[in-house]
């Protein structure tokens, strides 16, 4: 079964600190990630997306890394700050599935003041 | 980036009764619509994925006699949850997929804002 995995499920931090939110998957077959932001009741907000030949993607203070051998990505926010607070939902779409998206179980993120 | 919206944006609606959610890609042309729900601090199922002109193809688990996909043109994607039960009370969310947006090759899908279905 493809699964998709994220931790930590919820964290906490203060404006400025740098963070690292971690995905994990099953089968290394991925066509690519992709790391999307939700904020309370809304819609998606797509980040970054990585191909599977791409090793890592950067946007501003976001940078997205993959590891398909050990099944890993990660997402850096540097110097956080409170307008980051949302939940951040990691998704691949895998080799042979017709695009369709395996949606990790989310980290919900909270920067204080 | 490109525009996706669905109508409504909430809902609520009394136990046996229909509803209709409706998915538009509003700036492009979608090959493909996919359908999810996420329950609250869940994360996004996928439901069922629908190609314009042909009938949709659900995920195991789903009913595909309660939760009708049209998908009539290349723009727009209807679900209608039938005999709504509070159960069925969720988040739902589409995605519309293009290979070419403004001339750019890409495999791409573009979310809509969801709609929040609550049954009384």
């Known amino acids: 079964k493809q699964e998709v995995t994220q931790i930590p499920a919820a964290l906490s931090v203060p404006e400025g600190e740098n963070l690292v939110l971690n995905c994990s998957f099953t089968?290394?077959?991925?066509?690519?990630l992709q790391w999307f932001r939700q904020d309370p009741g809304k819609g998606l907000t797509s980040l970054l997306l990585i191909q599977s030949s791409q090793r890592e993607q950067t946007s501003g203070r976001l940078n997205a890394s993959l590891d398909k051998s050990s099944g890993r990505s990660t997402l850096y926010i540097a110097a956080s700050q409170p307008g980051d607070s949302a939940t951040y939902l990691c998704a691949v779409q895998y080799t042979g599935t017709a695009s369709k998206l395996t949606f990790g179980t989310g980290t919900r993120l909270q920067v204080t003041l | 980036g490109a525009v996706v919206s669905q109508h409504p944006s909430w809902v609520i609606c009394k136990s046996g009764t229909s509803v209709k959610i409706e998915c538009r890609s509003l700036?492009?042309?979608?090959?493909?619509m996919f359908w999810y729900r996420q329950f609250p601090k869940q994360s996004l199922m996928l439901m069922a994925t629908?190609?314009?002109?042909?009938?949709?193809?659900?995920e195991q688990g789903v009913e595909k006699d309660k939760f009708l996909i049209n998908h009539a043109s290349l723009t727009l994607s209807t679900l209608t949850v039938t005999s709504a039960h509070p159960e069925d009370s969720s988040f739902y969310i589409c995605?519309?997929?293009?290979?070419?947006?403004?001339?750019?090759?890409?495999?791409?899908?573009?979310f809509g804002p969801g709609t929040r279905l609550t049954v009384l």
């Open positions: 629908s190609n314009e002109g042909s009938k949709a193809t659900y």
């Open positions: 089968d290394s077959a991925i066509y690519n």
């Open positions: 700036d492009f042309q979608a090959t493909t």
């Open positions: 995605s519309a997929r293009t290979t070419n947006y403004r001339g750019r090759n890409t495999d791409t899908q573009y």
